[in-house]
């Protein structure tokens, strides 16, 4: 069975510059995470997925983040525009169902300079 | 909301002792404990979980164990291997919003 794919796994980005995500959870599963994981500590939820709604996004700042999942499979996060503190690991994660056991992706590396 | 403690944050065994890595939770609510290990420019893998219904679950060298009462639970292993350097997460499911709350980490390293 594949796993959460992720791309790209690195960017390097400026400030005030815009970067997108791209996660394809494990097929058939209904729910979808996006995670930050700042440096030394564990991951924070930013968005949840149940199928293509909107389940919790309270801690995504909304004013420069957005995350779509159309269709209910693939789903896309986007900064714009960035800040230096967005500079973190972006972990996708899906189960099957809402709450379930999650399965990650290997992440994507965001610096901002 | 829930609030997960995690202890020690960084952690060094001689390969073959056990290590202990130890988590508290603050809402009673909570239900659903998994732990996680992360390897180096890899997302966390689930590798044991447990129920609040259950106190203990083994799998081969890793166990966990949870005390309702006192709200805390405890990832055990045994007849640690260099291949057990990682970083390891524990987590809560909010039992009221249904979100996962991680601790913040534990760096093991497997001295050969």
């Known amino acids: 069975e594949a796993g959460v794919a992720q791309s790209p796994r690195y960017k390097i980005i400026e400030k005030r510059q815009s970067v997108a995500f791209w996660c394809n959870p494990i097929?058939?599963?209904?729910?979808l995470y996006w995670y930050q994981q700042i440096l030394g500590q564990g991951p924070k939820l930013l968005i949840q997925f149940q199928n293509n709604g909107v389940v919790d996004d309270s801690q995504l700042p909304k004013d420069r983040f957005s995350a779509e999942r159309l269709k209910g499979v693939d789903s896309t996060l986007k900064i714009q525009p960035a800040k230096l503190e967005d500079s973190a690991v972006y972990l996708c994660?899906?189960?099957?169902?809402?709450?379930?056991?999650?399965?990650f992706g290997p992440g994507t590396r965001l610096t901002v300079t | 909301g829930e609030n997960v403690e995690q202890h020690p944050s960084t952690l060094s065994v001689q390969e073959g002792d056990s290590a202990v890595i130890k988590c508290t939770y603050s809402?009673?609510?909570?239900?659903?404990f998994p732990w996680y290990k992360q390897e180096l420019g890899k997302g966390p893998q689930l590798i044991i979980d447990?129920?609040?219904?259950?106190g203990e679950k083994k799998d081969q060298r890793i166990a966990v164990t949870l005390n309702k009462t006192a709200k805390h639970f405890s990832l055990h292993i045994t007849e640690t291997q260099p291949e057990d350097s990682a970083v390891y997460f524990c987590?809560?499911?909010?039992?009221?919003?249904?979100?996962?709350?991680f601790g913040t980490g534990t760096r093991l390293k497997v001295l050969a």
């Open positions: 097929s058939g599963h209904a729910t």
């Open positions: 809402d009673s609510a909570s239900n659903y």
């Open positions: 994660a899906s189960s099957p169902r809402s709450p379930g056991e999650q399965y």
């Open positions: 987590a809560a499911l909010d039992g009221g919003t249904y979100k996962y709350i």
């Open positions: 447990i129920r609040s219904n259950v």
